[in-house]
């Protein structure tokens, strides 16, 4: 797991990927996966820099977000001043009773902890889950290119947008994403990282207790796996 200053410099930059169509798909889809009603209770394990969240809570949900980084949390107190956040390493026991939460989200966070621990977090998730809550989880891929991330928002961006609104995004999005790839590029060689081949994420659903998980799809360009089930 990289250490704190990695993540310090990593969040700095993070934001630049709301400007990204993909990423923006892939928090549309956790979101709608998650079937939020009004006054459910969410917690966002790794919360970030508050991007998942403030979607959730858009859906009229509370929302509870942990996350290792402290940086991450600041900036996310910084889009939102009601936001009830603690600063928490998910490879320890989460600080909630049993069956706190209606739903679970993660996005990106279980690749970037040491595999041993996968089971142990899994368990804790159902452990604070209602009877009957979802969980959705999206973790990078094996093999995941950050480059085909972006060469796909350019891409859809120019679809949409048309071709110059692609390169005012190429020129806004240079220098951080630059420094994105240098991050991403730590990522992929990290010792202790891993990332997913398709149907880990459900057996470890399966294998934590939860029921009804469904089959994992691919999101964020094809560089990512969502997977979701019912306690």
């Known amino acids: 797991m990289q250490n704190p200053q990695f993540w310090k410099k990593y969040f700095?930059?993070?934001d630049v990927l709301n400007l990204l169509i993909p990423y923006q798909e892939l928090l549309n889809s956790l979101v709608n996966?998650?079937?939020i009603k009004p006054g459910d209770k969410v917690l966002e394990a790794g919360c970030g820099t508050g991007n998942l969240a403030l979607k959730i809570k858009q859906k009229g949900a509370e929302v509870v977000g942990i996350d290792y980084s402290k940086e991450a949390l600041d900036i996310y107190k910084s889009k939102d001043k009601s936001v009830d956040?603690?600063?928490?390493?998910l490879t320890e026991k989460l600080p909630f009773p049993?069956?706190?939460?209606?739903k679970i989200a993660s996005n990106n966070v279980l690749y970037a902890i040491p595999?041993?621990?996968?089971?142990g977090i899994m368990k804790e998730f159902h452990r604070v889950l209602k009877p009957g809550g979802r969980i959705a989880m999206s973790n990078l891929?094996?093999?995941?290119?950050?480059y085909n991330i972006y060469k796909n928002g350019v891409k859809a961006s120019a679809e949409k947008d048309g071709l110059l609104a692609a390169i005012l995004l190429v020129t806004k999005v240079l220098i951080p994403t630059i420094k994105i790839f240098y991050y991403n590029a730590s990522l992929q060689t990290a010792e202790k990282n891993h990332f997913f081949k398709k149907g880990?994420?459900?057996?470890?659903?399966?294998?934590?207790?939860f029921k009804k998980v469904n089959d994992e799809k691919e999101v964020y360009a094809k560089q990512a796996l969502l997977v979701s089930g019912i306690k």
């Open 115 to 119: 595999q041993k621990y996968h089971s």
């Open 85 to 89: 956040v603690k600063q928490h390493d």
């Open 12 to 14: 700095r930059v993070y």
């Open 200 to 209: 880990e994420q459900k057996q470890l659903l399966k294998e934590a207790g």
């Open 33 to 35: 996966d998650l079937h």
């Open 141 to 146: 891929r094996k093999g995941w290119s950050p």
């Open 98 to 102: 049993d069956e706190s939460f209606d």
